[in-house]
């Protein structure tokens, strides 16, 4: 069994000093169900894997395990194979430091959001595949899954509940070491040791400024504290009373202070967006509208008083933001026409989506920043060449604006979730490109007060396809 940390923030090999483990030697450790190794099967400047690769010994286990709440009553089972308790066991302990957000010699880089990659060889998966998205999705992670077959000689045995997953994310390796940390466990079965009071406590501190406000933090306490009970309920009641200091929400789920809105609510930034985008929307001859990366669907609710448009259709990869989307749009309450005009959808902009054509109009506010670079080239594509919209209207931060607030560092992003911030040059360069390539015609326009030296706070790209292309 074993899990991959990888990154390809450079120097690649940082990841050292992050885990505080060496990439240039293995090292074992003991544990209590065996032993366990750290090595890197990759270390170069450019991209660095360390593994953790853990060696149960079942025979062991058994002989140390008492009766009646061990989980192994068996010689024969999937424990050595299998990503479990163990493993969050092992990862705590090996990783104490980098748990811990600490790094004796690259603090900073412990401190800031960085593209990480893990992998886990064989991840069992009670609940299945929308589970297993449904735990890490609304936290920001984008999955990449494939299913076991229980035995490649006996294809007709099926598959089994195991995956292989890789999961990314650009955040503090931290909070993904952390979500591991009580997620590996909430997808198993068995627990290899007692569940005591001190596991309430274990979650909370582990689970503090996510939890509270992921929309399976009851699954994912129950499983956690393996059904019992009123540990449950216990913890479930202290999350509650957690969940009012967490204001205000965030849609990556584990930032206390939404940085972005507190910034840019100051100067009314993000209604100025959404009205300039509804402004476009309205004056166009358009009926149908996606909103692609709606988040808690803020421009939906203007779209749906535009009475021109037959269609609204909001998509997001987060079910978080469309479930509060659904709520902010009261669409259990709606008459039977608005509710047949809305529709809100779960996807991805990294995929290939027939949902997501034949609209006039796709808008895209404040997503880009918020996805992969190196993964840009799909999201590209989506976008222009198979959704393929007549107009697409997209924003973005301009970085030459951040001067202006003053609570922001210089170097740092409005919002810890974003990947990159772009200069008006930048976006405007990548935009002109992509429209020579896919037959759009653009223009820009600045959104928010604009200073004359570094522009508005906010850019819009206005994309119209060309018939002829
Ligand atoms: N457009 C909204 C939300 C912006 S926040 C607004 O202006 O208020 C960015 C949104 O992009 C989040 O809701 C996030 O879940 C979504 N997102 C991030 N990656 C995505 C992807 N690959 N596919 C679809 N949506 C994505």
């Not at 308790?85 to 990862?91: D, E, Q």
């Not at 274990?202 to 689970?207: I, P, V």
Request: hydrophobic fraction near 40%.
């Amino acid at each position: 069994m074993y899990l991959t940390i990888t990154i390809t923030h450079r120097p690649a090999t940082d990841l050292g000093y992050l885990l505080h483990k060496s990439p240039f030697k293995v090292q074992t450790f003991t544990q209590s169900f065996g032993k366990a190794h750290v090595f890197y099967s990759e270390a170069t400047k450019e991209r660095c894997s360390a593994v953790l690769l853990l060696d149960i010994d079942p025979i062991g286990l058994v002989r140390r395990g008492g009766k009646s709440d061990f989980a192994l009553e068996q010689y024969v089972n999937d424990r050595p194979y299998v990503a479990s308790s163990f493993l969050a066991v092992a990862l705590g302990d090996i990783f104490r430091s980098a748990v811990a957000g600490r790094s004796k010699d690259r603090q900073e880089l412990a401190d800031t959001p960085i593209a990480l990659e893990v992998t886990v060889g064989v991840l069992p998966c009670r609940g299945g595949e929308g589970f297993l998205r449904r735990l890490f999705e609304p936290l920001g992670y984008e999955l990449e899954l494939e299913r076991l077959v229980l035995d490649s000689q006996y294809p007709a045995w099926g598959e089994g509940p195991y995956f292989k997953v890789c999961i990314r994310r650009t955040c503090l390796l931290r909070d993904f070491l952390t979500h591991l940390y009580v997620l590996i466990p909430v997808l198993d079965n068995d627990k290899h040791y007692w569940v005591g009071d001190d596991e309430v406590e274990k979650l909370l501190r582990h689970g503090e400024g996510w939890l509270s406000t992921h929309p399976e933090k009851e699954q994912i306490t129950r499983r956690f504290l393996k059904n019992r009970g009123n540990l449950a309920r216990d913890a479930l009641a202290r999350l509650s009373e957690s969940d009012a200091e967490d204001e205000p929400f965030s849609i990556a789920g584990n930032l206390k202070i939404d940085r972005e809105r507190l910034l840019e609510e100051r100067i009314s930034l993000n209604e100025t967006r959404l009205r300039k985008v509804a402004e476009i929307i309205e004056k166009s001859d358009a009926a149908s509208v996606i909103d692609l990366g709606c988040g808690e669907g803020k421009l939906l609710s203007g779209l749906m008083k535009i009475k021109q448009l037959k269609s609204v259709v909001g998509m997001d990869v987060s079910i978080r933001s469309l479930e509060i989307a659904k709520e902010r749009l009261n669409f259990d309450r709606l008459p039977p026409i608005q509710q047949e005009k809305l529709k809100l959808i779960h996807g991805s902009l990294m995929y290939r989506d027939s949902r997501l054509s034949g609209f006039d109009i796709a808008t895209v506010i404040e997503v880009i920043e918020h996805l992969d670079f190196p993964r840009f080239k799909s999201f590209e594509r989506v976008l222009f060449e198979f959704a393929r919209p007549k107009t697409i209207v997209m924003t973005t931060p301009n970085v030459e604006y951040n001067v202006k607030f003053e609570n922001l560092k210089p170097g740092e992003f409005r919002h810890t979730d974003h990947r990159f911030e772009w200069t008006r040059a930048e976006f405007e360069a990548w935009s002109n490109e992509r429209a020579k390539k896919y037959g759009y015609a653009v223009e820009f326009h600045p959104v928010g007060e604009a200073d004359s030296a570094i522009g508005a706070p906010t850019q819009l790209g206005l994309f119209t396809r060309l018939e002829a292309a």
